[in-house]
């Protein structure tokens, strides 16, 4: 009866903790995704790994599931060139990927911003002051929530921003992490969590 009880205790403990959060990344393989392109994507010492390939082209890494309303934690690591991004709601064929994506770039150019691929570019950008909250080279946590048509992210828990758009409340779609073009990047992420919210605040 004793034992019961406590297991009954401890599964409680267990889900108050985890607080409905699911783990994108196991820490050990690729099971849950899909590689879009000839770029590498790999699992190194627990870490998951984006990294150029010899076409220097576009490289997605996907989600199989679609997720339309979460908050997204996720840290990253930035090395070489570290241009690369956060996609949401977005579909992908071949390397052509419609959605968009919260920016992941080198000093100055805007992470945390808001950019649709295939369509409008930026959308919303950080304010200049905020840029100073990447670190670049050391480890970053990013938060990106979206919900209905608004969609805020932070960084390092500085609000980078906060914005409505029509076009992202009607989408729905897959998470994916971008490798850009061009060459030289390299790109270290762990803890990608996601939480499924409702769409009504």
């Known amino acids: 009866m004793k034992n019961g009880i406590l297991a009954c205790l401890m599964a409680l403990i267990l889900s108050g903790c985890n607080s409905g959060k699911t783990e994108l990344f196991n820490g050990k393989d690729l099971i849950g995704w899909k590689i879009y392109g000839t770029e590498k994507w790999y699992v190194e010492d627990g870490l998951l790994v984006a990294e150029s390939g010899p076409d220097k082209e576009y490289g997605y890494l996907a989600?199989?599931?679609?997720?339309?309303?979460?908050?997204?934690?996720?840290?990253?690591?930035?090395?070489?060139?570290?241009?690369?991004?956060?996609?949401?709601r977005s579909d992908i064929e071949g390397t052509k990927i419609s959605g968009w994506q919260v920016e992941v770039a080198p000093p100055?150019?805007?992470?945390?911003?808001?950019?649709?691929?295939?369509?409008?570019?930026?959308?919303?950008?950080?304010?200049?002051e905020k840029e100073k909250a990447?670190?670049?080279?050391?480890?970053?946590?990013?938060?990106?929530?979206?919900?209905?048509?608004?969609v805020t992210t932070w960084l390092n828990g500085e609000q980078m921003i906060d914005f409505?758009?029509?076009?992202?409340?009607?989408?729905?779609?897959?998470?994916?992490?971008?490798?850009?073009?061009?060459g030289g990047i390299k790109v270290y992420w762990r803890n990608i969590t996601l939480k499924e919210i409702s769409g009504v605040e």
């Open 108 to 128: 100055d150019l805007h992470t945390g911003g808001v950019y649709e691929s295939y369509g409008r570019g930026w959308l919303i950008k950080p304010e200049p």
């Open 63 to 88: 989600t199989d599931k679609s997720y339309k309303d979460f908050e997204l934690d996720v840290e990253f690591l930035q090395e070489a060139d570290g241009n690369s991004g956060v996609f949401f």
């Open 164 to 182: 409505t758009d029509d076009k992202i409340g009607e989408a729905n779609g897959k998470i994916a992490l971008q490798i850009h073009d061009g």
């Open 134 to 150: 990447l670190k670049y080279g050391e480890w970053n946590h990013m938060k990106i929530k979206v919900q209905g048509d608004r």
